[in-house]
């Protein structure tokens, strides 16, 4: 491993740990829904602030990584945060697939539904690099646990919790399409773990593991 391949690490993880900060920090304020109707969110708000440090870091981001699956997941799940507490989605609307935003709850749940269904395929992206490593690709399957897996799971964690305040628990599985998606993705990570762990048990114990 070279110097740029330890400072390119060592930033993406400073950056996932820039999301799940802010993502923890907003979590605690958010509002639940009124009456059917989603909470008034003001701009001098606790929740509006922390909404739009999120959202901006996660464009910060953006212009970091590099194109990869798990960059995309990790964002589109931060933005899942957003979007359903405060109906923000500026930091997508550069993107030519931009969905229409509102403020209502039913258009946050479309959105967060097809932001999670992408996730879903982003995570299975992801298992193909487990499922096509060799011998000496195993670096990198090693990695995922720390650099990706890890906040996946946190932040579908958050989402999860988010859900709840907003009535979308998993009783609604099958009921709710945005807690039928949640289940979906939580299910596809819990595949990807199974197919690392399968992959890692086969290692020779004589091969040498390069750096990813």
Request: hydrophobic share 45%.
């Amino acid at each position: 491993m070279t110097r740029t391949d330890v400072c390119l690490h060592a930033s993406t993880q400073a950056h996932w740990q820039g999301i799940l900060m802010r993502a923890a920090l907003m979590l605690n304020v958010v509002k639940a829904p009124k009456k059917g109707k989603a909470a008034k969110v003001k701009e001098g708000d606790v929740l509006y602030k922390r909404c739009k440090s999120l959202s901006g870091f996660i464009r910060t981001v953006e212009l970091f990584l590099e194109e990869g699956a798990q960059g995309r997941a990790i964002l589109k799940l931060a933005r899942v945060l957003c979007v359903v507490a405060t109906g923000t989605t500026d930091s997508m609307s550069d993107k030519k697939d931009a969905p229409e935003t509102g403020d209502s709850l039913e258009e946050r749940e479309n959105i967060a539904t097809k932001l999670l269904q992408d996730v879903q395929q982003d995570i299975g992206m992801l298992k193909q690099t487990v499922l096509s490593a060799t011998p000496d690709s195993f670096g990198r399957v090693c990695v995922l646990l720390p650099e990706d897996i890890v906040p996946i799971y946190a932040l579908l964690q958050m989402i999860a919790n988010q859900f709840s305040i907003f009535g979308w628990g998993k009783s609604k599985g099958r009921t709710k399409a945005v807690a039928g998606a949640l289940a979906g993705a939580a299910q596809e990570l819990q595949g990807l773990v199974m197919d690392m762990l399968g992959a890692l048990d086969s290692i020779p114990i004589d091969a040498p593991l390069e750096s990813p």
